[in-house]
């Protein structure tokens, strides 16, 4: 299942999911103390899902995200200063802090967007899967969508035309049981999500979303289809999250103790550790190692975003176009 | 070399001149060849009205049928443009914004602000608006105000087949989102233009009849009914100077206001209905920095608060008329402080 996975692979792929958890319990923290404003909405939990995925992307693939988009962003390789002063709202962040969480995008990675609009991304990766197309590259785009996303038109509009247009385009369903606060088991009209690809002409696969290996695999193939030339993919992660839909939400919809449980139960990070160091040649050491240097990582992001200048009153107007 | 074509053939000579010299340039669309999957001709529509006619014989894949599917494809053209492409999409009536308006407004537009200027969003959405056709209200809309108060979209209305092609050339090579609005009665206007290559930039209105009395400031079909009504007003001693936007973002409010300066009177020409449009931001820019110069109140001339009714009598007293845009200029003449 492995073969492909060299230690090292390993380790970078257990550095993308422990950023992404610190980055995102520190937000959490640091949400709560006041310091970051607006709306932020949080990506713990589902680490094994993005990083997964964006190990088999090159720099120049695409990817189109949603609002929960900071682990996506990570795992495409935008640069975690610049996303945390982002979050902030300062001059240096990612987007010169005129995005914010719900906008973080870095095309030069090749990261196409987080979305505000709930099925905002799907149309937009089946052009940039067009784009490479017709360029005669063999790129790919991904898009990942939640379990809300998956009842949006525009997604159904997207996995037609994806079909149409033979794309290489994967749709990424992360399924964490709750669009917003309403569970999926009540708001998807079919068990599974990954049962609507038949519909529109395209494999689909339900994967389970806490383990990085399933999601390595499946997305390797639905990547091989898409260079190929094949067409596009469905992807099921069924999944969960361990903060609520926004931070601020007090989660009074979910079970009491389902959030602790959870952690408990299916952290992607602890079942990865401990098959890689069961299993796979890994010291507990280089594990350790990792967990310290991102610490660091994580405090200098804050540090960097606290000292960050505020943009300048005067870029309230500029960059509306290119010219005008 | 200038010749006469329609307003129609100078869009298809426009997109095929920017196809050849530009391989970045796709046009995508419904039927826009028309006969994608069929067994009859691949080229068989070339469009609804048959303005892409030809375009996907020279260039083949790079005119591509979509399913009937805005949401769909339009995003699909967005995001193709902030991929490296310069799709030119076609939004086959205006009025069709309505299921596919989030990929605009929220996606395309805002990118290059929400990123931080790092976003390129090459796209053009070229569009069929406006009453005439008997063609109902959910086909026959001026809705090219609702694109016009979105920030980070251009909006250009030709009135001309010389405007329509060096216009939509500017709009290929633009690098803002650009909301293209032809106007379907127009298609069969016949015009001098140019054989060759040309643009005209945006934000650059043209006076097209010069006057002292009263200015007109109208866009799109409403130019000729403008100059209309000027002609008659002038044969009654009138001077009417009308002046043509070509396109509302950006917008010349400098001609507008000289214009003015030198009149002393304003008439506002718009296809639209009355409310937050074209009419309203004119004259409120106008009544904001011209004041002074107005010798009467500002006079609107635009469709009724209504939808566009299908009845022929009824659609053609809903289009303002040169009698009206006329009984509007002897309001304004005849205003007495």
Redesign the interface.
């Known amino acids: 299942m492995t073969a492909n996975l060299s230690v090292e692979d390993l380790l970078d792929a257990y550095r993308t999911m422990k950023t992404i958890r610190e980055f995102e319990d520190r937000v959490h923290v640091e949400f709560a103390k006041g310091g970051i404003p607006g709306f932020v909405h949080l990506y713990a939990g589902e680490e094994a899902s993005a990083a997964g995925v964006g190990m088999h992307l090159k720099e120049t693939d695409?990817l189109?995200s949603n609002h929960r988009g900071h682990g996506h962003c990570i795992a495409k390789g935008v640069e975690v200063k610049g996303m945390m002063a982002e979050i902030y709202g300062k001059k240096t962040?990612?987007?010169?802090?005129?995005?914010g969480s719900m906008?973080i995008?870095?095309?030069?990675t090749g990261m196409?967007?987080a979305?505000?609009?709930v099925g905002?991304g799907?149309?937009?990766?089946?052009?940039?899967?067009?784009?490479?197309k017709?360029?005669g590259t063999d790129g790919i785009?991904v898009v990942f969508c939640g379990d809300g996303a998956s009842n949006q038109?525009?997604t159904f509009?997207?996995m037609?035309?994806a079909t149409?247009?033979k794309l290489p385009v994967v749709f990424v369903f992360e399924n964490n049981g709750y669009g917003e606060a309403t569970p999926s088991n009540y708001a998807v009209s079919c068990k599974d999500i990954a049962d609507r690809a038949i519909g529109f002409g395209m494999p689909g696969e339900i994967v389970d979303g806490h383990d990085f290996f399933a999601v390595h695999k499946a997305f390797a193939k639905a990547a091989e289809r898409a260079r190929a030339g094949e067409g596009p993919s469905l992807l099921e992660h069924k999944l969960d999250r361990f903060f609520g839909h926004f931070e601020g939400d007090n989660q009074n919809y979910r079970a009491k103790g389902e959030v602790k449980r959870l952690r408990e139960e299916v952290c992607c990070l602890k079942r990865f550790s401990a098959e890689v160091t069961d299993n796979h040649g890994v010291d507990q050491a280089q594990l350790s190692a990792i967990d310290s240097e991102v610490a660091t990582l994580i405090d200098e992001a804050v540090a960097f975003a606290e000292n960050s200048p505020e943009p300048d009153l005067s870029d309230l107007t500029?960059?509306?176009?290119?010219?005008? | 070399m200038a010749r006469k074509i329609t307003y129609q053939q100078a869009i298809n000579e426009a997109l095929d001149q920017e196809m050849a010299r530009d391989k970045s340039v796709i046009i995508m669309g419904e039927d826009v060849a028309g006969g994608s999957g069929g067994d009859g001709e691949m080229d068989a529509w070339g469009g609804v009205l048959g303005v892409t006619k030809g375009l996907w014989g020279k260039y083949g894949d790079r005119v591509m049928d979509t399913p009937i599917s805005e949401a769909g494809y339009v995003g699909a053209a967005v995001g193709a443009a902030t991929a490296g492409l310069r799709p030119v999409c076609e939004l086959m009536f205006i009025d069709f914004m309505g299921v596919c308006f989030d990929q605009i407004y929220n996606q395309a537009a805002k990118f290059r602000y929400m990123f931080g200027g790092k976003a390129e969003t090459p796209i053009v959405i070229r569009t069929m608006y406006g009453a005439g056709f008997r063609a109902a209200a959910q086909h026959s809309q001026c809705l090219y105000n609702m694109f016009t108060a979105v920030p980070g979209l251009k909006v250009v209305i030709p009135s001309s087949p010389y405007d329509v092609k060096g216009l939509l050339i500017q709009a290929m090579r633009d690098n803002d989102p650009v909301i293209f609005c032809e106007h379907k009665v127009l298609y069969t206007l016949e015009g001098d233009v140019p054989e060759e290559s040309y643009t005209i930039p945006f934000g650059e209105a043209n006076i097209v009849r010069e006057g002292n009395d009263v200015t007109i400031v109208t866009v799109g079909r409403m130019v000729h009914q403008a100059i209309e009504a000027a002609a008659t007003l002038a044969k009654e001693g009138v001077s009417c100077e009308v002046i043509d936007l070509r396109t509302t973002s950006p917008l010349d409010e400098e001609t507008i206001l000289e214009s003015v300066e030198n009149t002393g009177r304003l008439v506002v020409v718009d296809e639209s209905t009355p409310r937050c449009s074209i009419a309203t931001d004119i004259s409120a820019i106008v009544a904001q920095k011209a004041f002074g110069s107005l010798e009467a109140p500002i006079e609107m001339v635009t469709a009724p608060h209504t939808p566009v009714p299908f009845n022929g009598t009824l659609e053609d007293q809903y289009v303002p008329s040169p009698g009206k845009i006329a009984d509007a200029v002897k309001i304004v003449m005849g205003y007495k402080a």
């Open positions: 695409k189109a962040g990612t987007c010169h802090g005129k995005g906008h995008a870095d095309l030069d196409m967007g979305n505000g609009i905002g799907p149309p937009l990766a089946c052009g940039a899967a067009l784009a490479a017709m360029k785009a038109g525009t509009e997207a037609n035309l149409v247009w500029t960059d509306v176009y290119i010219n005008y």
